[in-house]
């Protein structure tokens, strides 16, 4: 093998440093602070305060968290507004506001953000029998263990895999419990690997050309961690030839559509021969690249891609209970001249009957018009399930007065008026991924990245109905 470049030495050469970084949050104001902030926002909120209602109180917990993201706003300020969101939204029973508060005042301020989590997850998970809000619950705690493993903070991450297998006892939903299982196993595996790593790092301190310790190292990395970037580099360096000629075949700089599609395949037929571990992590990092080359591959060759995703990643069973379509929760915007306007649902502009819409004016100079679920904020890790029948012209993430051009969409919909066709989309920390009838759907990014917060839109032509059933969702934040 030639001469690896002076860069990759040096990423070799930090992966030897095992010094922990320092923590970047900011300390918990004193009781003081927090006593003379909390009356100024008190008076600042006086009216919210005074709403009785639960629908008021949900305003309220929306407007305090979005106050703390505000730039430049005081630590003190940013603690209060973060607390008072999650004691309102866990008074209301919103369990996703108060969750986004937890983990914004986690990130935030140097508190037990574990702790923190589980008390929450504790105290709500004894007071439901609720199948898929149990199953939220576990996905939630099972959220952050990424981060600790990484951290190699296997304790954390072991108190809230505990937290999430006590949770879980209560809810037989298949998804979480193969969510936990799988935790429970990497930590296992982590734990006993833990030593190895830790040579070989202090090895690659002195000797960064050592092919054994770039194996170990690059294998925990990218098999156990799941850490591909910075993993890659290290295991193309080390002394498996199989797992070195796939981390080589990645690292080439801007593969076509041809290389993608072997780096998928390769990346399956090395997982078939590693134990069940990092042989999950090879079929996930396979299946990443399956579906980016899904729609630039015909024929066989797609339905072959199509046969291993199904095979690899599925996607999620709709839920047992469904939404039923609430014209209140919906608004369309069009737009004639200038700004999108918003519309009331059973209207003039659009109308209900049932799961079906129809749009009768039309929206902007092309047409269209944006039909927006604005009950539900999704943000964070969520997925949603829907229905639908009739000529789409796109589904999207985005909201049309705020956040104007930036946009997420996928297209290539069918619009077949008879058939019903399925649609998933499932959000985690790894990015977007969307099913249309069990195959992969094509993301469209316009000036932003898969993790924008927004509503759910549907997009419509001038005289179009839309009919859409089995609506559901899990994670998101209530408006």
Not at 125 to 144: E, G, I, K, Q, Y
Not at 161 to 180: G, M, N, W
Not at 390 to 395: A, M, V
Request: hydrophobic share 45%; glycine share 4%.
């Amino acid at each position: 093998m030639e001469a690896m470049p002076l860069l990759v030495l040096a990423i070799v050469s930090l992966l030897s440093k095992a010094a922990a970084p320092q923590d970047a949050r900011a300390q918990v104001p004193t009781a003081d602070a927090i006593a003379n902030v909390r009356r100024l926002v008190n008076a600042m909120y006086q009216e919210e305060l005074r709403g009785p209602s639960r629908t008021k109180q949900i305003e309220l917990e929306r407007k305090l968290l979005d106050h703390s993201r505000q730039p430049d706003i005081d630590v003190a300020t940013k603690y209060v507004l973060l607390e008072m969101a999650r004691d309102t939204a866990i008074a209301v029973d919103d369990d996703g506001t108060a969750l986004a508060a937890i983990e914004e005042l986690s990130r935030s301020f140097q508190i037990d953000a574990a702790g923190a989590k589980i008390e929450f997850v504790d105290a709500r998970a004894a007071a439901t029998n609720d199948p898929d809000r149990l199953a939220r619950f576990v996905a939630s705690l099972l959220r952050d263990v990424p981060t600790a493993f990484v951290a190699e903070d296997l304790a954390t991450a072991d108190r809230l895999i505990a937290e999430a297998q006590a949770v879980l006892k209560r809810s037989a939903d298949p998804d979480a419990t193969a969510l936990v299982t799988r935790a429970r196993d990497r930590s296992a595996q982590l734990d006993a690997n833990r030593d190895a790593f830790a040579s070989a790092r202090a090895t690659l301190a002195t000797n960064p050309s050592d092919a054994r310790a770039n194996g170990v190292v690059g294998f925990h990395l990218c098999l156990l961690l799941e850490q591909w970037e910075r993993g890659l580099p290290v295991l193309v360096l080390g002394d498996s030839p199989e797992l070195s000629a796939a981390a080589a075949l990645e690292l080439k700089p801007a593969p076509d559509a041809e290389t993608r599609l072997k780096i998928a395949d390769r990346w399956y037929e090395v997982a078939s021969r590693l134990p069940p571990i990092p042989q999950t992590a090879a079929r996930l990092h396979a299946a990443t690249w399956y579906r980016r080359v899904f729609h630039e591959v015909k024929g066989t060759e797609r339905r072959r891609v199509a046969k291993r995703l199904a095979e690899i990643d599925p996607p999620p069973a709709l839920p047992k209970s469904t939404l039923k379509i609430d014209p209140a929760d919906w608004r369309l915007y069009r737009r004639i001249t200038g700004d999108w306007q918003p519309h009331l649902v059973d209207g003039t502009v659009c109308t209900s009957k049932g799961t079906v819409f129809t749009v009768k004016n039309p929206g902007d100079t092309g047409g269209q018009a944006k039909l927006i679920f604005v009950s539900r904020l999704f943000d964070g890790d969520f997925v949603l399930w829907i229905k639908y029948r009739g000529p789409l012209h796109t589904i999207s993430i985005g909201e049309p007065v705020v956040l104007k051009d930036r946009i997420i969409y996928l297209d290539r919909l069918s619009t077949d008026r008879t058939d019903w066709k399925s649609l998933v989309m499932r959000r985690t920390r790894d990015g977007l991924t969307v099913w249309i009838d069990g195959e992969p759907g094509s993301v469209v990014l316009h000036n932003t990245d898969e993790f924008l917060a927004s509503f759910f839109s549907v997009e419509l032509s001038n005289g179009q109905e839309i009919s859409l059933r089995d609506f559901a969702f899990r994670g998101g934040l209530l408006r």
